[in-house]
């Protein structure tokens, strides 16, 4: 897809993801900040705060270093991987290189690896050290997401369907890692019905995220929810799954309604006026809004 406002050649776009800086040091952390996708840390914080406040638990140190684990080391383990597994074709996707995400020249796929490694092994030894073990089972579930989906032989990416669903069911992983931080056992779990409601409003917003690049993965051959189903069907697709949210969320307050009410209201939205920008811009509109369950838990509880 090509879009109007976007006029930036690849080379431009590469270089102009690179931030300019003082040192070296100063320029790797901004680059790997840009690459952790930061777009996303409300939302992704919101999750985590959401589970925090289902497990009625008070807040400690590890709600703390947890919190830092999704809104910046996580990004690099999952977006890092799949920056270097996308390499070339994100050199032709002009939505990459900004702050939906970073073109990767090969020159720095070294120093990701190596970022990966560090994010994923330490919060990992930290969790096992500390003997979290709900915690450190839904990092693990991070590790194995960030590589399933990306990397060959498996590549969930490209396997339609189960592109969207591994990603709602690393965002539940999210959700656990709020809710197990203070734990050391799996003595207490969440609500069924709450972590299929995760995954299922995730897997929705994912779908329609593919749509943003049906071209790009036509060219470099992914076989996304997207380029399966074509426009029309993925959308109803990702209705079905956001009007599911009316019986798994049940009871919840009203902002929870409101939500899922606006998810479907978009989606017949589009159906009835599909544009590239109103895709784009709506889909976001669904990621933004999300912070908004969580913040009525604060206020009025599920």
Not at 36 to 62: D, M
Not at 121 to 150: D, E, K, N, Q
Request: hydrophobic residues 50%; contains cysteine.
């Amino acid at each position: 897809m090509v879009y109007a406002h976007d006029s930036k050649s690849c080379s431009e776009r590469i270089e102009g993801s690179i931030p300019s800086s003082p040192t070296i040091k100063m320029k790797k952390l901004i680059r790997l900040i840009t690459i952790s996708r930061p777009i996303f840390c409300l939302t992704i914080s919101s999750i985590y705060f959401g589970g925090w406040l289902i497990s009625n638990t008070g807040w400690s140190t590890y709600n703390w270093l947890y919190l830092f684990f999704c809104l910046f080391p996580m990004g690099i383990i999952v977006f890092g991987v799949n920056d270097i597994s996308d390499i070339d074709s994100d050199s032709l996707n002009v939505r990459k290189g900004d702050v939906e995400g970073a073109v990767l020249k090969r020159s720095e796929t070294d120093f990701v690896k190596a970022s990966v490694w560090i994010a994923a092994t330490t919060f990992l030894v930290f969790s096992l050290i500390a003997r979290r073990w709900p915690a450190a089972a839904a990092v693990v579930g991070v590790i194995v997401f960030a590589v399933t989906y990306s990397l060959k032989p498996i590549r969930l990416k490209s396997v339609p369907m189960a592109d969207s669903i591994s990603n709602g069911l690393w965002v539940l992983f999210v959700f656990l890692l709020g809710y197990y931080a203070n734990d050391q056992s799996f003595a207490s779990s969440p609500p069924w019905n709450l972590m299929l409601l995760v995954v299922l409003t995730v897997a929705a917003i994912h779908s329609l995220t593919t749509l943003f690049d049906l071209d790009v993965d036509l060219r470099a051959g992914d076989k996304t929810i997207g380029t399966t189903l074509g426009l029309r069907r993925t959308i109803t697709f990702a209705l079905v799954l956001f009007a599911s949210g009316f019986i798994f969320a049940r009871p919840a307050n009203i902002f929870v309604y409101a939500y899922y009410s606006t998810c479907c209201a978009i989606c017949i939205y589009l159906l009835m006026r599909p544009s590239e920008k109103s895709i784009h811009n709506l889909t976001f509109a669904t990621i933004i809004l999300a912070p908004m369950v969580a913040g009525s838990l604060v206020i009025y509880g599920f």
